[in-house]
């Protein structure tokens, strides 16, 4: 086996030996080479091994994953999640006491204004100038009040304060008037007067009044309202 035998001399297969030895090692150090590019480039570039999650991440993955059953509203994007509102709970407080019940009470002098005017700043002379009378509450609530007749009265002054005539003076006591007199609201009362003076008892002997400049003022009972200016012309 180690010598060798042929018909050729030794030396030649010797040499062959020689050749085939080198060869052999040219072509073991070429494997190596290669072999060692290869670790060297799969060093470089790991090959990541796909690890297969658990049943129950699956599960999550899914389910986050997944876009909603239901198509979504204008305006909402695919697979987004819309919290419903939550009721507003109204504050209860406590229940405001209910008005008193009844009809309404008297009116204290305190809450009524009375003012008389004329219905027009100036009447020609020998006219009947209409005068107003007028009765506010001016309270929070509506009151009830008599205002009968001879409660009610309109004068009629001259500048110096003389008394010159009373829608009073010549009608005769009426029956009681209790009105309701509603809050802010004014009552009106009207009566014209004939250009004359009077007198308490209605005497007959009365004269006209000229031209001049005179005051009317009102009364409630003990309430008297400021003058108001009518001019006769």
Known sequence: MIDPNGPLPPSVYWRRRAVAAVALVFAVALLAWIVGGLVAADDQHPVRSAVRPPTSARHTTSARTSPPSSSPGPG?????????????????????????????????????????????????????????????????????????????????????????????DCYGPPEQDVRVLPAGQPVEFTVHWAGRTSAPGCPLARRAVTAGTYQVVGRLGGLVGPPAPLALT
């Open 76 to 168: 909402v994007p695919s697979g987004s999640v819309t919290a419903s509102p939550k009721p507003v709970e109204s504050p209860v407080g406590p229940t405001p006491a209910p008005p008193p019940a009844g009809p309404p009470a008297p009116c204290p002098d305190a809450v009524l204004k009375v003012a008389a005017a004329p219905d027009a700043p100036s009447y020609p002379v020998g006219t009947r100038p209409l005068l107003r009378l007028l009765v506010v509450n001016g309270g929070p609530v509506p009151c009830t009040r008599d205002v009968s007749r001879n409660l009610r009265e309109i004068f009629v002054l001259a500048q110096d304060g003389t008394r010159l005539w009373s829608s009073n």
